[in-house]
């Protein structure tokens, strides 16, 4: 655009933005950054139907609806598209303004019949947007009248969950759109006494394929047989035959209908299950866990341990074949952690196992930051920092923003931050490396396939950490530090 096109609001002298780029670094600025609550800026959280949209997404057959705005639907498939780089099929009734002053029935009625016509989904999980959270749309009656009119089969599951962005984040959505699949799935399936002899395992949010695939595979060496619920894995990287296929993998609709006579069920979450889990607490049968996510090796022991005792089994010589190999890297590669200041941000599960991992490797986890957390979480956090010497000093911070953050690591330095590609700016503007771990990964490639849970995932990160340390090492020592062995 020519200067002559672009006509400033304000001007500012090359002298004041000087000023103004220097005075943001300062303790003066960090006070009052800190003391901000309520403008957010860059937000390590995405809104509540981008977490319904995985969920949706993630079983057979299944389209996700959008009831609400074209943009906020664009943005949710153009972040998993750009995530896991994967088409994302879903589907939206484009409210406009007609829709938010007349009430939405109408586009999703119209767009629930264009949907079913053209794409024959097997079932149609629908979410809302701000808008008609707003204006107070009535899903219930919606989607029943849609039934009655004969737009759609009265048949179609529909599961629907009311995903208001202004409460909440993702995970908050996720955990809605679960439970509203899982209890229209599985309505009148529970059999007194019957068992299928099978592990209901649920991932929670993760973005990470291969952590999914690390679980199964985990199951497959024990030889339990699972149903993983919401497995979005084959969805989101179902390879490259030449063949577009519209409904890659997820979970059999009839699979998950039968988790309610499950032998067991183990959530990989709990903060983004809490809704879920309450459910499945009272009307599903069996044994019912919530576990950590595995990050490290102590939490990867207790989840492989809690699968023995559940199901009676031996822990194979393969996985502690496997831990072995873990701890001997751990080992090798301690000294590059050990000491080491790292800013962690992200969704309070994946920080909860992050910290685990680092405390166990001897490196501080120094700033802890959640954008969206409760009191229990930072509590949680809190007590997990004492467990060890090395999260003496560390602080958690919940309700704060990646700004927040800035302000923090640029008044007392840390070494690298951990959390997903939201963090580069303040990891350019810090000149430390970002480590991405978490969701989106926009910027990178392949991360996501790549397994951060399990032992596997902890030789992972630490050869990801450890060698981008001693990569700076190598680029800025002086001639004579310049070794052939680090
Ligand atoms: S916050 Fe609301 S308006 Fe914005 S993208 Fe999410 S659903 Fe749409």
Known sequence: MSEAALRKVTEHTPEEIEKVKAWINTEEYKEKNMAREALVVNPAHA???????????????SLPFV?????????????????????????????????????GQNNLHEGMENAYTLYKPKMMPVYTTCMPEVIGDDLTSFIRNAKQKG?????????????????GTHIHGYDS?????????????????????????IPGFDGNVGNLREYKRICDLMDIPYTMLADSSEVFDSGCDGEYKMYPGGTKLEDAAESINGKATIAMQKYSTLHTMKFINAEYAGAKEVMPMPFGVKKTDEFILKLAELFGKEVPQELKDERARAVDAMTDAHQYLHGKKLAV?????????????????????????????????????????????????CTCYINKDLWHMRSLVMTDP???????????????????????????????VNLHRSPVVGYTGAINMLSMIANKFLDIMDETCEDQWFEMMR
């Open 47 to 61: 809104c509540q139907p981008l977490g319904a949209q995985m969920v949706a997404t993630s079983f057979e057959g």
């Open 151 to 167: 737009l759609i089969p009265e048949d179609l599951p529909t599961p629907y969950a009311n995903t208001p962005s202004f409460n």
């Open 67 to 103: 009831h609400g705005s074209q943009g906020c639907a664009s943005y949710f498939r153009s972040t998993f598209t750009r995530h896991y780089r994967e088409p994302s099929a879903a589907t939206c009734d484009a409210m406009t303004e007609d829709g938010a002053v007349f009430g």
């Open 414 to 444: 840390v070494d690298g931050i951990i959390g997903d590609t939201h963090g580069k700016w303040v990891a350019r503007d810090a000149k430390i490396p970002l480590f991405r771990i978490g969701f989106p990964i926009i910027d990178r």
């Open 177 to 201: 759109m679960l439970l509203s699949i899982l209890k229209d799935l599985t309505k009148d399936q529970r059999v007194e006494d019957k068992c299928t002899g099978k592990l209901n395992i």
């Open 345 to 393: 941000f992200g969704d309070p599960d994946y920080v909860i196992g992050i910290v685990s991992f680092l405390l166990e490797m001897g490196a501080r986890p120094w700033y802890v930051v959640v954008s969206r957390a409760t009191k229990k979480f930072k509590k949680e956090m809190d007590a997990l920092l004492e467990t060890s010497m090395y999260g003496e000093g």
